[in-house]
Structures are given as structure tokens and as C-alpha cells.
């Protein structure tokens, strides 16, 4: 399950 602060976190994972 992915919820929108998982997304928001990925990306800054992946940004970062």
C-alpha cells in the first residue's frame, strides 16, 4: 500500500 507520504518520501529518497 502506498500512500502519499510514502510517495513524498520516496522522492525525496530518490531526489536526495
Known amino acids: 500500500v502506498t500512500t502519499k ?3 513524498y518520501r520516496y522522492g525525496i ?4
Do not use: E, Y
Open 5 to 7: 507520504a510514502d510517495v
Open 13 to 16: 529518497l530518490l531526489l536526495d
